[in-house]
């Protein structure tokens, strides 16, 4: 479930303002994205593992306050990340 440093690196890497930024709100949403990418496709194979989808719910619960919270300070930043991700419309 959890992300390979790899990964997450080049995520940092993509979306940080710095080399060792995993703070910034674009980094939080890309790593959360990808986290909730994998659990979409192993609830294709287990729908019935209900805790996970707890944790799944709070996931998209904590990007969405994310993302409003970056399209109220930095709406050039939010509109290029969603496009990046392809999240919203």
């Known amino acids: 479930m959890a992300l ?10 993509k979306f940080g303002r710095h080399e060792k930024d995993t703070s ?9 994205t990808s986290k909730l ?4 496709e ?8 209900h805790h996970s989808r707890t944790g799944l719910m709070k ?8 993302l409003e919270y970056l ?7 939010y ?3 969603i496009g990046e991700l392809g999240i919203r419309k």
Do not use: W
């Open 37 to 40: 990418t994998y659990l979409n």
């Open 4 to 13: 390979t440093t790899s990964q997450t690196a080049e995520l940092v890497k």
């Open 59 to 66: 996931m998209v619960g904590r990007r969405r306050r994310l």
């Open 79 to 81: 509109t290029k990340l």
């Open 24 to 32: 910034s709100p674009e980094v939080q949403i890309a790593l959360l």
């Open 42 to 49: 192993h609830f294709n194979s287990n729908s019935k593992d």
């Open 71 to 77: 399209n109220r300070t930095n709406n050039a930043s």
